[in-house]
């Protein structure tokens, strides 16, 4: 149990909880002592010995020099940090640590955020005095997001304390001894962690920098930066991107203790350099005439007025996205409603909206514990099932991985091994949507097991036995509410006396889990149905790409035949802006303002920054523009999210008052509010074991659209392929490399790649974002 | 990618799992490596260590860059590591690192041109009494003077000559 003591710093007394760390206390209350080597999130090591002062155990007895960062608060501990000998020693020490450094501050990329300079400054070092010749290293190739300068490091040991100690990665260590000590890989290459852009943030030098921002290089100082929540997954991190001339020059981590702390990973910090893209919409279009796009709003309005005259309101339909703001989503739907219709969907397919409605109701009902990331980090136990945390919540796998550091077994069921596999405990390659029955299984002790997975469950039921604090985490983003549902029950289950078990589900999108929550929306197939049988004439779609829903162009084509009127507000030209009567362009997601709602049912405002450029209308902006051309301005006023959504009232008060620095607020529904409902699951049929099935991959780099807008992540994403476990392939005949045609079975083809670690009868697909400039380039060059 | 014999990995991989932690086998699995590359641990032995012990290569490679007696280049059959350290600083070892260099036209971390010799400094041979000291191989000769170095020299030469390598 926490103590309170009293302690003394540099003559004056605080009150502090015993066993906290010294210099993280002075930390906190502004009494800044130099350090390297210590890290909030990394720990203490006592490597660098910046951080000394004078410490005496009691006001009597003499002070000692000792690291700050190895002391523990005791009661009546006396702290100097600005005794003479202690001052004399740190600066003695950063002069030592600055022995082999280049002195490059002006052409180095740290100038202006250094912790070097910071530290040295304060630790009044100021003269060189050695005259030795220094030591220089060859820099190595580490891929296309980090860039390698090794003769600037202090040897503090960070890097690889973060990669490899707290990130898990394997491929960066420390070589050699004394003053010859390396930091890199054993030869050159990509650097193999999704986390290893958080280097530029954790090497307090200019060692490790971010590779695309030196392309682009402009002082911190002249980076406008307003903080704003990561667009490229569900979990929400809060990040920082730095604007200048009118372009995005990078992102990094924003500090929020309630979601990602200090870190970020790798499609975060370096997708977001679509917002510089080519493809970035810089004009309206009418019908292939370019406009302003603030005319082709009041036009999109005049044009929808009279298809409503002539066929009534229920022929206009809209799409939301889970990529745009609660607010935008909203504002779509008052727009909707005062056109007179209703019919507005969210999901790619109805089966996908079911599970995220449902995954959401059971997120914010209060009925089972959900964890956050710090949650997780601390679970004993994990399952994980229906998909490759890496890759589809990389921030949760960060925060698993500290659960593995601290001993807790972790479960994984999935059709296919991901990176998280590397360190789990056991993991089930099963067919896809039988992860819900395997789950039940563990949870239910009574239930019988088949011999397949036998030594699986018998593991996972004796580890959740022992375990305090189980954690399931299940993927809520490919419509299998059979294992959203599971999962739930999971939870509720284990969780007994003297076990809290709880849960989190990951989805589509950054809002996915803030439009599964909305009021009266539609299941995608009634407004596909309508345009088909030509009830819906028209189509509004806000921030996505339709072509992605459809397995083919050619069906995405059919779809859209029947439309009369496709208008399309988005930040990025794609298949469907490319395909529509109306584009109206918006700003990206970094100079937004607006709410997303992250996996744990977590509110996080973001503030847009305004740069200036051919676009400057966010897509919020541009719906209200449109319901005011309509003489509906009236809608708007206190329309907040508030009321199109299913959000309680007294949350929906902290929610009109949330801050962009603000850690978020959680959701919960009142009482008053029923979860939505959802049409009970019908399981997925499954299909006879001998047929084949089909897993679409997600990757980290390459399955998300946005971020494939980044050069550095299109390079890093996979190219098309089939793959198959070698002993199916082995019955078909096939060979690696061989072209495997399924287009009759599964309607997929391409060179097959074995994988010993995908599941029997199984065939993987990589979920791949092409970029629409590429698209047409590959149909010209099939036309050609 | 080299390969080596079976049964050398196989006793490699066993003495590992003699310990609760296979890493533990590390130093002595690049001591063998070293025997059986002739003398230095090339990358593949790197490769072929993490491997073995299970472990990643930039933890292998770690280890066989932190200490004195593995090495990642080739080096001579014999290495002479002189102690420059206080005693034998104080002692003269500089007239003997001296002598060393100029008998066979060397300087400080070469090998000779024959592959015989590889001159190496090293902190302390636990010696100081007996100073300046050096070792060749894994012989420890004390209380050296420069025309003692010319001696000890001339005798492995005539010995090397004679067969005794
Ligand atoms: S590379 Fe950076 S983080 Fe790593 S030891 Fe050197 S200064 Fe520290
Ligand atoms: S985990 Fe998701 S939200 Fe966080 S930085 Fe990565 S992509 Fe962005
Ligand atoms: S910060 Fe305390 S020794 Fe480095
Ligand atoms: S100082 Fe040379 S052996 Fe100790």
Redesign the pocket.
């Known amino acids: 149990m926490s103590q309170k003591v009293t302690i003394t710093i540099d003559g004056r007394a605080y009150e502090v909880e015993a066993g906290e760390n010294i210099l993280q206390i002075c930390l906190d209350r502004g009494l800044l002592i130099p350090h390297?080597?210590y890290h909030e999130a990394l720990g203490p090591v006592g490597a660098c010995r910046l951080c000394a002062a004078s410490i005496a155990p009691s006001a009597d007895k003499p002070g000692r020099l000792d690291m700050t960062c190895m002391t523990r608060a005791a009661d009546g501990m006396v702290i100097n940090i600005n005794d003479d000998y202690a001052r004399a020693f740190r600066k003695k020490v950063i002069e030592d640590l600055m022995l082999n450094h280049p002195h490059d501050c002006p052409v180095c990329d740290e100038g202006g955020e250094c912790m070097?300079q910071n530290m040295t400054v304060l630790s009044e070092h100021q003269h060189r005095s050695t005259r030795f010749p220094k030591r220089t290293w060859e820099n190595q190739y580490l891929g296309p997001f980090i860039h390698h300068e090794?003769n600037?490091?202090?040897?503090?040991?960070?890097?690889?304390r973060?990669y490899g100690d707290y990130a898990l990665g394997r491929d960066l260590g420390?070589f050699g001894s004394r003053n010859r000590?390396y930091?890199g890989r054993v030869r050159d290459g990509v650097l193999e962690s999704e986390f290893s852009g958080n280097?530029v943030d954790?090497?307090?030098?200019g060692?490790?920098t971010d590779k695309r921002f030196r392309e682009v290089y402009a002082r911190p100082w002249d980076l406008s930066t307003a903080r704003s929540v990561c667009v490229h997954c569900s979990v929400g991190c809060t990040v920082l991107p730095g604007f200048r001339h009118g372009t995005l020059r990078r992102i990094k981590p924003a500090e929020n203790s309630a979601v990602n702390r200090f870190f970020i990973c790798d499609r975060g910090r370096f997708g977001g350099e679509y917002v510089n893209h080519p493809s970035r919409l810089r004009s309206g279009r009418l019908e292939g005439q370019v406009i302003d796009p603030e005319e082709v709003a009041d036009a999109v309005i005049g044009r929808l007025k009279a298809i409503v005259a002539e066929h009534g309101p229920q022929s206009v339909a809209a799409l939301g996205s889970s990529r745009a703001s609660l607010e935008a989503n909203a504002a779509l739907g008052i727009l909707l409603a005062a056109l007179g219709s209703q019919t507005i969907a969210f999901f790619a397919s109805d089966a996908e909206r079911a599970a995220a409605r449902r995954a959401a109701a059971i997120t914010v009902s209060g009925q089972v514990r959900v964890a956050s990331l710090p949650d997780m980090e601390k679970a004993d136990c994990v399952f994980v099932a229906g998909g490759d945390l890496t890759a589809e919540a990389a921030m949760m796998d960060l925060s698993i991985r500290q659960a593995i550091r601290a001993g807790a077994p972790v479960f994984i069921l999935s059709p296919r091994a991901g990176s998280l596999d590397q360190y789990a405990r056991m993991s089930l390659r099963v067919r896809p949507g039988t992860e819900a029955a395997m789950l039940s299984q563990i949870a239910d002790s009574s239930a019988p097991v088949g011999t397949e997975a036998q030594a699986f469950v018998t593991a996972a039921r004796q580890a959740l036995a022992d375990s305090k604090h189980p954690l399931v985490l299940a993927s809520a983003m490919r419509g299998d509410t059979a294992l959203v549902e599971a999962a739930f029950e999971f939870t509720r289950r284990t969780t007994t006396e003297g076990r809290v078990c709880s849960l989190a589900y990951w989805f589509s999108g950054p809002n996915a889990a803030g439009v599964a929550l909305a009021n009266g929306d539609s299941p995608p197939s009634a407004v596909w149905d309508g345009i088909r049988d030509n009830r819906i004439k028209a189509l509004i779609v806000l921030e996505r790409d339709l072509s992605r829903d459809f397995s083919s162009e050619n069906e995405f084509a059919a779809a859209l035949k029947n439309i009369r009127f496709l208008a399309v507000i988005d930040s990025i030209e794609t298949a469907t802006t490319t395909a529509a009567n109306a584009v109206i362009p918006c700003v990206s997601h970094y100079q937004s303002s607006g709410t997303f709602m992250n996996f744990e049912g977590r509110c996080q405002r973001f503030a847009g920054l305004h740069i200036p450029g051919p676009v400057t209308r966010t897509n919020s902006e541009l719906l209200i523009r449109m319901i005011e051309a309509l003489g509906e301005g009236d809608r708007i006023a206190g329309a907040e999210y508030s009321t199109a959504y299913d959000i309680s009232a007294d949350s929906s008060l902290e929610l009109d008052a949330l801050e962009p620095d603000h850690v978020g607020v959680r959701v919960r529904l009142g009482s008053h509010l029923q979860p939505p409902s959802v049409a009970p699951a019908n399981p997925p049929t499954a299909s006879s074991p001998l047929q084949f099935a089909l897993w679409r991959t997600h990757f980290l780099f390459g399955s998300e659209e946005l971020s494939m807008l980044a050069p550095p992540i299109a390079e890093l994403s996979p190219k098309p392929w089939v793959e198959m476990h070698p002993e199916d392939a082995r019955h078909r005949r096939l060979t690696e490399g061989a072209t495997a045609d399924l287009t009759k079975e599964l309607g997929v083809s391409g060179p097959l790649r074995l994988n010993d670690r995908l599941a029997r009868h199984v065939v993987a697909v990589p979920v791949l974002a092409v970029p629409c400039a590429e698209r047409s380039r590959e149909r010209e060059e099939v036309m050609a | 990618m080299t390969t080596i014999p079976d049964l050398l990995r196989k006793e490699l991989s066993d003495h590992c799992a003699h310990y609760a932690s296979r890493r533990v086998g590390l130093i002595w699995v690049l001591q063998k490596l070293q025997a059986h590359f002739g003398g230095y641990l090339p990358d593949e032995a790197i490769t072929l260590a993490a491997e073995i012990v299970g472990i990643p290569e930039p933890d292998v490679e770690g280890v066989a860059t932190f200490y004195n007696w593995l090495f990642r280049e080739p080096v001579g059959r014999r290495i002479i590591v002189v102690c420059d350290s206080i005693s034998c600083h104080l002692c003269g070892c500089d007239s003997i690192v001296a002598r060393i260099q100029k008998r066979l036209g060397i300087g400080m971390g070469e090998t000779t041109p024959d592959g015989e010799f590889t001159l190496l400094p090293v902190v302390c041979l636990g010696n100081c009494d007996k100073a300046p000291t050096m070792m060749i191989g894994d012989e420890l000769y004390d209380c050296l003077t420069p025309d003692k170095v010319d001696e000890i020299l001339d005798s492995i030469y005539a010995s090397a000559k004679a067969g005794g390598r």
Do not use: E, G, H, S
């Open positions: 390297f080597c070097l090794m600037r490091c202090i040897t503090c040991y960070r890097c690889t973060f420390a000590v930091f280097l954790v090497c307090p030098t060692v490790f």
